[in-house]
């Protein structure tokens, strides 16, 4: 008997496309739109630790300068455990656990210009 092989080939956008329901899933978040509101803006990968400074900042309406290390740390820690995997099973970032460094992902054009009509 001879097998029928079908191959079926997307194009790069249709591959980094997300769903309507995982984009609102991820944008419910004001931490995970503040994560890739600041690498939308990044110039270079950015480290877990500085991160969670500015995600703490943003979501206490401060300067980084002011928030306490350990409001920086509960914020790590969700990032980390919480945030990160979910923005890295969308495509939206990558990010090495050794090493600690966050950068955008494979599917953040698709989403960077619906982040602001959600804040």
Same mark, same amino acid.
């Given at each position: &008997? &001879? %097998?029928?092989?079908?191959? *079926? %080939?997307?194009?790069?956008?249709?591959?980094? +496309?997300?769903?309507?329901?995982?984009? /609102?899933?991820?944008? =419910? =978040?004001? !931490?995970?739109? !503040?994560?890739?509101? $600041?690498? @939308?803006?990044?110039?270079?990968? *950015?480290?877990?630790?500085?991160?969670?400074?500015?995600?703490?900042?943003?979501?206490?309406?401060? =300067? #980084?300068?002011?928030?306490?290390?350990?409001?920086?740390? %509960?914020? +790590?820690?969700?990032? $980390?455990?919480?945030?990160?995997?979910?923005?890295? @099973?969308?495509?939206?970032?990558?990010?090495?656990?050794?090493?600690? #460094?966050? /950068?955008?992902?494979?599917? &953040?054009? =698709?989403? *960077?210009?619906?982040?602001?009509?959600?804040?």
């Amino acid at each position: &008997m &001879m %097998e029928r092989h079908t191959k *079926t %080939e997307t194009s790069p956008r249709e591959r980094t +496309e997300l769903s309507a329901e995982v984009l /609102f899933d991820v944008l =419910s =978040s004001s !931490y995970r739109r !503040y994560v890739l509101s $600041y690498l @939308a803006d990044a110039t270079s990968p *950015t480290e877990i630790g500085d991160l969670a400074y500015h995600v703490a900042a943003w979501d206490a309406d401060s =300067s #980084i300068t002011e928030i306490p290390d350990d409001d920086a740390d %509960e914020a +790590e820690i969700l990032l $980390y455990h919480v945030h990160l995997p979910k923005l890295a @099973a969308a495509g939206l970032v990558t990010y090495d656990t050794e090493s600690g #460094i966050v /950068f955008p992902g494979e599917s &953040m054009d =698709s989403v *960077t210009d619906r982040i602001s009509i959600v804040e």
